[in-house]
C-alpha cells in the first residue's frame, strides 16, 4: 500500500534558502581571499578579514534560520538545516581559532568551511521549485486589451492593440 503524495515545500524558503546559501558561499571565498592576502605579508588585510567573518557569522546564522523554516513545514528536506548546523559551529570555532592564533587549525577549519558553504549552495540550487500556483486572471478593464473584449477574446482574435485602435493582422 502506498502513501498518499506530499505537496511539495513552499516556494519563498526555497528561494530564500538559495539565496542565503549563495550568499555565505560568496562571503567565505572572499574570507579566503583575504586570508591569503594576509599570509602573503598585507597585514592590513586582517582587519577587513576579522570584519568578513563577522559578516560571514552573521549570514550562516540567518542560513540556519531559512533552512529551519524549510524544514519546519514537514514538507521540505532536512539536509540542509543539518548542513546549516555544521556551518553554525564550524564558524563559531573558525572565530575561537582565528582569535587565538590557532593559525594550522584555523587554514584547515577555513578549507573545509569553504567546501562546506560551496557543497551547501550547490545543494540548495538542486533542490526542485515547485510550480508557481496559477494566476487568476483579472477581469477584463474598459481598454480592452485582455479577455473577451481584446485581442484573447473571438471577437478581437488576429488583432493587436495600438495607441491608435486595433490593427488587423494577416495569418
Excluded at 581559532?97 to 540550487?125: C, E, I, K, N, Q
Excluded at 481584446?150 to 488587423?168: F, H, I, K, Q
Amino acid at each position: 500500500m502506498s502513501s498518499p503524495p506530499v505537496a511539495p515545500a513552499p516556494r519563498r524558503p526555497l528561494i530564500l534558502l538559495r539565496a542565503t546559501a549563495t550568499a555565505t558561499a560568496a562571503l567565505a571565498l572572499g574570507q579566503t581571499v583575504l586570508a591569503g592576502s594576509f599570509l602573503n605579508g598585507h597585514y592590513e588585510s586582517l582587519a577587513p578579514h576579522e570584519a568578513g567573518a563577522m559578516a560571514l557569522a552573521a549570514a550562516v546564522l540567518v542560513h540556519l534560520v531559512v533552512a529551519a523554516l524549510v524544514g519546519r513545514s514537514g514538507r521540505g528536506p532536512r539536509r540542509p538545516l543539518v548542513t546549516a548546523a555544521l556551518l553554525t559551529s564550524g564558524v563559531i570555532l573558525q572565530i575561537g581559532f582565528g582569535y587565538d592564533r590557532a593559525l594550522g587549525l584555523h587554514v584547515v577549519l577555513g578549507a573545509l568551511l569553504l567546501s562546506g558553504t560551496l557543497s551547501a549552495a550547490a545543494g540548495a540550487w538542486r533542490l526542485p521549485l515547485p510550480a508557481r500556483s496559477p494566476v487568476p486572471e483579472a477581469p477584463d478593464g474598459p481598454d480592452g486589451l485582455d479577455g473577451p473584449d481584446g485581442p484573447d477574446g473571438p471577437d478581437g482574435a488576429g488583432l493587436l492593440p495600438r495607441p491608435g485602435g486595433p490593427v488587423e493582422v494577416a495569418p
